[in-house]
């Protein structure tokens, strides 16, 4: 009997166009790849809707704070609907960019110094020597980050604005110079690694991951052979110690600077990677051999239930 498969896609977070995108992409794949497919773009009836067409597997394709940080997770755990990529736990780790931090920490990962602070207070005073970057603790798609550069007098008073989307908590991290890597891994084993080279901003943001020509992807990223391969394993640490499943991405900074043997530092774990036409996931899973097709086939092939 062929496998229905429903794609969860848009919901109602900062990031719904990017979802509608990824969602679109990989219904696509999947009808493909010879399964049945519902798209559903989730509202808030969507325990209703699920509970109506009973799909055989829901394929997370959703972003932001309700499809990846243990929200849909609990949902389909409730309905006992197997379900794509991390579970509850994992997912609300990721998602809050604080604890994951302290999760690297405890098992050895090299993570920038940093210090939780309302925005309030990191709008009133630098919480710490410029350069470094304020960003929110559960966000994605580099919603709300903002550099502070050495020569910034004031602390970023846009963090003050009535319309401040994306939460009170903010993390004040040490501004770490150098190159944007990042690496997928795929249940246990790491893919390739890639360097992302901004081209529509200063550094990797919104525009630069969604925007056609953004960002160039250099794949495999110009490494030597013990850096390239600490970055996967340490992508494989991390995937490990907050309890991921299915795929996950890892981004990392490396400051290059000097000899180029220089600090790498984890950023944070992507529990929910993009999967849209400029997404850095599909892109290594091709140089791997494999296709998107082939690719959707895997996550769903790789769901289930107390994930």
Known sequence: ??????????????????????????????????????????????????????????????????????????LLETLRIPYTHSGVLASALAMQKDKAKMVFEAVGLPVAESRTVSRQEAAREHVLPAPYVVKPVAEGSSFGVIIVKEDRTHPPQELLREDWPYGDRVIVE??????????????????????????????????????????????????????????????????????????????????????????????EVNTQPGMTATSLVPEMAAHEGMSFAALAKWIVEDASCDR
């Open 174 to 267: 040490r501004y770490v110079p150098g190159r944007e890597l990042t690496c997928a891994v795929m249940g246990d084993r790491a893919l390739g690694v890639t360097e992302i080279i901004a081209k529509s901003e200063a550094f990797y943001g919104y525009d630069a991951k969604y925007a056609p020509g953004g960002s160039e992807h250099i794949l495999p990223a110009r490494l030597k052979p013990f850096i390239y391969q600490g970055i996967q394993m340490m992508s494989v640490k991390a995937h490990l110690a907050l309890g991921c499943r299915g795929i996950s991405r890892t981004d990392f900074r490396f400051d290059d600077r000097g000899d180029g043997e220089g600090e790498v530092i984890v950023l």
């Open 1 to 74: 009997m062929t496998k229905h498969v429903a794609v969860l896609m848009g919901g109602w977070d900062s990031e719904r166009p990017v979802s509608l995108k990824s969602g679109a992409a990989c219904a696509a794949a999947l009808v493909e790849a010879g399964y049945r497919v519902s798209e559903i773009d989730v509202g808030h009836d969507i325990a209703e809707q699920l509970a109506a067409l009973r799909p055989d597997v829901a394929f997370n394709a959703l972003h932001g704070r309700f499809g990846e940080g243990g929200y849909i997770q609990g």
